[in-house]
């Protein structure tokens, strides 16, 4: 679908009317910004108290360059790190509610009201339905990153991370969003039920996330069995390419952690591979799941 037809597209504009006059619009803002920002703060809380702590067992409880906390000046530099990632994290699990929650009951919705026929009847093609509840479900995921976006420059004003690793960061959390939202549509457009496929969308996406991860570990432990095996170097670290959260391989360097170095340059070329296909491979299963009969079996 060109630009053109696509703003000019009926269902993107009553969309984005349903989306941002809905309830969810006003509780995803605030549990968005909400949520990173107390992990934020609780990461700062629990690296001053380390840092008190190292102080007083050395002896410079009453140092010069100290703030009004008592942590040195220089150890500032230090916080911006585990700040960085506890927002990631608990933007990443944010996100992993909020998709399948905005995008779940999207055409199930539809067809459960018996509303999906007479789009099917319209002019409207299957991509034209398929484009108009992503695009429109996607702006919105979009204004929740970017509510976002204050708390994540706060690690980079404290120290430790860089400009580009907070951009690269903040493009990254906007591609997993796509991938979770074209799965979420995929099984919103296959099940007859919304409350069925926000469930459904909810299970998917928790083991799309975490599933690989967790098959990596228990085939490093029955690897690790065996002498001479080597996990920076086989080929079961590339089974965490599977989950979206690998794209964050290609944040580079953050701090003292090198958010690349286990996948390496194949893992991080996977990761984008299997972006890809499955964003791609669910637009297409949700592409087939509106088309109407009478059209699918010509």
């Keep these: ?13 009553l969309e984005f009317m349903r989306r941002f006059r809905g309830g969810l619009a006003a509780w995803g803002i605030p549990l968005m910004v909400f ?35 008592g942590i040195s000046v220089n150890q500032v530099d230090n916080f911006g790190e585990p700040m960085f990632f506890a927002l990631m994290v608990t933007a990443l699990l944010a996100l992993m509610v909020l998709v399948p929650a905005v995008l779940g009951g999207s055409i199930a ?35 929740l990153l970017t509510c976002l976006a204050p708390a994540m420059t706060i690690p980079f004003l404290v120290g430790g991370v860089t400009l580009s690793g907070v951009l690269k960061s903040f493009g990254l959390l906007f591609l997993v969003c796509v991938e979770l939202a074209a799965m979420a549509l995929a099984i919103s457009a296959a099940l007859r039920r919304s409350v069925s496929a926000i469930i459904t969308s909810l299970l998917a996406t928790g083991f799309l996330m975490v599933g690989p991860f967790v098959m990596m570990g228990v085939a490093f432990m029955v690897g690790s069995r065996n002498l001479g095996f080597q996990g920076d170097r086989s080929v079961l670290r590339l089974l965490g390419s599977f989950s979206p959260v690998s794209l964050f391989s290609w944040v580079g360097t953050v701090g003292s ?26 637009l ?8 109407a009969p009478t059209v699918r079996d010509r």
């Design 109 to 143: 919705s539809e067809r459960d009201a018996q509303t999906l026929q007479p789009l099917q009847l319209t002019s409207l093609r299957p991509s034209d339905i398929v484009a108009g509840k992503l695009v429109s479900s996607l702006a919105y995921l979009l204004l």
């Design 1 to 13: 679908m060109n630009a053109p037809s696509l703003f000019s597209n009926p269902l993107v504009r």
């Design 284 to 291: 297409l299963i949700a592409r087939r799941s509106v088309t």
């Design 35 to 69: 949520l990173p920002g107390v992990a934020v703060v609780i990461a700062y809380l629990a690296g001053t108290s380390n840092q008190q702590n190292d102080l007083m067992d050395q002896g410079f409880g009453g140092a010069g360059a100290m703030m009004a906390d």
């Design 257 to 282: 952690v090198d958010t690349g170095g286990f996948a390496g340059t194949s893992g991080r070329v996977w990761s984008l591979v299997w972006w890809a296909v499955i964003t791609f491979g669910s």
